[in-house]
């Protein structure tokens, strides 16, 4: 063992050597894996290592698919037998909304460059497994690349490949501190001595919540037991007669696939049990659970109603281990604001199906700066501090557990860790009819209904289509009020915070009493986020955006923030309102003195208004393409600043509205969303927003690259499509075909009540991008209609919100 490396690799699970072997393959040989006992240790010797590329998550998918893909190579490399058995697996679906789902699957999943799945009948399904009862499905969804791997040999398999490629791994050798230096390199303490290194990745599975403690770092992670069974032997399967692949039953919460001449069976029980909440301890490690049969008994019965040959069989051995799961499944990966060289890779409960992926996604993010990839869906930016509450990832990695298989409906909202923070004037709202969901924590509206209303969740058009509808005419043809406690504040300010901030944001900054959408850029040239910039009377700036987003803009600015600079985020002690619609001036003039005429406060004008007793700072902007002005005051002042526009909006006979409706607003006027639209894996050029950038204003990040791709054709273009669809909206990935080519695909979609159409937007090839070109796509397993309209379906020039 040397006393210096390039980078430290904490854990030798299937993840911390997939991190160990994507460092040295991207060319960092001078680094090492530490493992307190031996490789694979943990979770990752007992788990049941199977592998397949579907999940209710594309980018998960996508990184799935990348893992499954890599399996070959590993064992190429490493002359390490992995035991990799690729028979295929099908997913099972009993009720009619399940088969809807797998169709939606299906197709999403040709989006995203799977092409080797189909949808089976029960005939088709019984050629692939000999043993499951098939009288109550409607059908499956078939995938060639499913199947499983040794775990140990895979664990071994990637520790090997890296070792060929120059790095190193140090069995029994334990981390008992970390020590960060001036310098912000590292002290690693073992029980070998100390080894000095720039870079730290905790991949500690089990024991990432201790080594993220060392550095005082609580992360959102629990472990829960999980069981799985194997079979004696079954003879006809031992005489190749009949055959079992890999797969899903939803309906009972079970999986299984072949192991050796019998089957496994594992499950994914509605009663789940966290284990060492606080913590695993250090001394356990190959250690199993008694089972507990009486806990999975339901989701066991099941499995043997679904698997009759279980009847036939002994159970040889049963396996009851401990995982780590996150809030919401996903893997916990990148930086930590304010701790440099300092990495993550851990959270993943699924390392054989996700650890190829979260490996290559983390060697480029620490080589290279970013990664190749959109990495939002595992980075832990997606957390705030209100997560590391205990009881909050009590209930989050406890539902999360209990509905592996279970449909989640896009207009769903789920019940574990809420309410957790409400915006002051939430018991009013809840009076007046708000119905809520969830955005970080926060508790937001997404619609005004009458009392006793619950919105059904569905693939499909809900019971709350009529109520949106009409907020949204409100909302062009008298005014609406919203509360915009969900959007994201920074406050800027020192002597030098122009020039910074016109370094950090690729567009124009605003004048005095100004304001301005203004783009962020990676320094490879993409996009980092489409934020609203403030210029407060050239005293402070505020920049304000997704309020999802705060820790991953924080730790953005954090990482590039300069002398005489400094940024807060204020958003959870500035709130307010938006007021939009044909009327919201008339209806502003009620309650202020201040003179908000067209000459006095144009478009983008900002102005510190007295609104009945409140003092606000008032900015002439909205999301829905109708005149409007976005209210910020105190906290402690929303409620009283609520009772006065609520007034107001009654005499112009306005509405109340929620999310629900400014998606359908927003739509209408062809205006894109973070994540959906605008993402880190997208370029200003293809998605539109190069317009906003200033190149002929001094260095800022990302300017070498973005003005590159001005001398560049962009491979796609963001267009709107009318989608010709009944009962059915899009929400993401739907592919879009020309004949029998696909030529893009849809980020989000919703309808239109004024324009009285489906609308989405999508990514299309640029030959595809003429308004009127007629494409189809498919909505569940509609074929539809899509047709590219011009920018926008509603007041394309824009008058309404300047007039």
Not at 269 to 286: K, S, V
Not at 390 to 406: A, D, L, M, N, P
Not at 463 to 479: G, H
Not at 643 to 668: H, M, P, Q, T
Request: charged content about 20%; some cysteine.
């Amino acid at each position: 063992m040397n006393r210096t490396y390039r980078a430290v690799v904490i854990g030798g699970g299937v993840v911390g050597a997939s991190v160990l072997y994507h460092l040295a393959r991207f060319g960092w040989q001078n680094c090492c894996l530490l493992e307190r006992s031996v490789l694979a240790a943990g979770s990752s010797w007992h788990a049941a290592g199977g592998v397949h590329p579907i999940n209710a998550d594309p980018q998960m998918a996508a990184l799935q698919a990348y893992t499954i893909n890599l399996l070959h190579e590993i064992e190429d490399e490493s002359d390490e037998p992995i035991g990799y058995h690729m028979e295929g697996g099908v997913t099972l679906a009993c009720e009619q909304e399940r088969w809807e789902w797998l169709l939606s699957r299906y197709h999403m999943f040709q989006t995203i460059g799977i092409e080797d799945s189909k949808l089976l009948t029960p005939e088709e399904i019984r050629e692939k497994h000999s043993f499951v009862n098939l009288d109550d499905v409607r059908g499956g969804l078939w995938i060639s690349r499913e199947g499983y791997v040794d775990t140990t040999g895979t664990v071994r398999g990637y520790a090997l490949a890296a070792k060929k490629r120059g790095a190193s791994y140090f069995e029994h050798t334990q981390v008992l501190e970390l020590k960060q230096r001036p310098d912000k390199t590292w002290e690693v303490i073992t029980n070998q001595g100390t080894i000095l290194t720039e870079h730290v990745i905790n991949a500690a599975g089990l024991w990432a919540k201790q080594v993220g403690r060392m550095i005082g770092l609580e992360l959102p992670v629990a472990p829960l037991k999980h069981h799985y069974l194997i079979t004696e032997t079954i003879p006809e399967v031992a005489s190749g007669e009949k055959r079992i692949c890999s797969s899903v039953d939803p309906e009972g919460f079970t999986y299984s696939r072949q192991d050796q001449m019998g089957m496994l069976v594992g499950f994914y029980e509605q009663n789940p049990e966290h284990w060492a909440i606080d913590g695993a301890p250090w001394d356990y490690g190959m250690e199993l659970f008694e089972p507990d049969i009486e806990r999975i008994s339901d989701e066991l019965d099941w499995a043997i109603r679904r698997y009759p040959v279980l009847n036939q069989v002994g159970v040889k051995s049963w396996i009851n281990g401990a995982f780590t799961f996150s809030p919401d499944g996903n893997p916990l990966v990148g930086p930590v604001r304010g701790i440099e060289n300092y990495w993550l890779a851990c959270g993943v409960m699924a390392g054989f199906l996700q650890g190829g992926g979260v490996g290559k996604t983390l060697a480029e993010w620490i080589i290279h700066g970013e990664p190749e990839a959109d990495p939002w869906a595992m980075d832990i930016a997606r957390y705030g501090e209100f997560t590391s509450n205990i009881e909050y990832i009590k209930q989050t990695t406890g539902q999360f557990y209990s509905r592996r298989f279970v449909m989640t409906y896009p207009n769903e909202q789920l019940w574990a860790g809420r309410p957790i923070k409400k915006s002051p004037s939430y018991g009013l709202m809840t009076n007046n009819g708000a119905q809520w969901g969830e955005n970080w924590g926060l508790e937001v509206p997404l619609l005004f209904a009458p009392n006793n209303f619950a919105e059904i969740p569905t693939l499909r058009r809900s019971n709350a289509f009529d109520i949106t509808a009409q907020e949204c005419l409100a909302a062009r043809n008298t005014a609406g009020l919203l509360d915009i406690s969900s959007y994201s504040r920074f406050r800027v300010t020192g002597a030098k915070a122009t020039k910074w901030l016109d370094w950090i944001f690729a567009g124009k900054l605003p004048q005095k009493n100004q304001c301005r959408l203004n783009p962020i850029l990676s320094f490879a040239g993409k996009l980092m986020g489409d934020l609203v910039v403030m210029n407060w009377n050239d005293a402070e700036w505020w920049v304000m955006g997704s309020y999802y987003l705060r820790e991953w803009h924080m730790r953005w600015f954090a990482q590039h923030l300069k002398e005489d600079v400094a940024i807060e985020d204020v958003s959870d002690s500035i709130v307010g309102f938006s007021i939009f619609g044909p009327k919201s001036r008339a209806l502003l003039e009620q309650v202020t003195r201040g003179d908000i005429s067209n000459t006095s406060m144009p478009f983008l004008s900002l102005k510190t208004l007295d609104i009945g007793l409140v003092r606000t700072k008032t900015a002439r902007i909205t999301v829905t393409g109708e005149l409007g002005y976005e209210i910020n005051c105190h906290s402690s002042e929303h409620e009283t600043l609520y009772n006065i526009l609520r007034e107001a909006l009654l005499e112009v006979d306005g509405k109340e509205v929620g999310f629900y409706a400014l998606n359908s607003l927003r739509l209408e006027k062809s205006f894109g969303v973070w994540n959906a639209e605008y993402r880190n894996e997208y370029t200003p050029k293809e998605s539109g927003l190069i317009r906003w950038i200033d190149f002929n204003k001094g260095d800022f990040i990302g300017k070498e690259s973005a003005l590159s791709q001005t001398h560049e054709e962009a491979k796609r273009q963001l267009v709107t499509l009318e989608v010709h669809s009944t009962n059915t909206e899009a929400v993401g990935y739907e592919p879009i075909w020309k004949n029998d080519r696909r030529v893009g695909f849809i980020t989000s979609g919703g309808y239109g009540h004024n324009v009285k159409k489906s609308l989405a937007m999508a990514y299309v090839e640029n030959d595809m991008s003429t308004p009127g070109t007629e494409l189809t796509t498919h909505i569940i397993n509609d074929e539809c209609r899509a047709v590219v309209l011009e920018q926008s379906p509603w007041d394309a020039q824009g008058n309404r919100m300047r007039g």
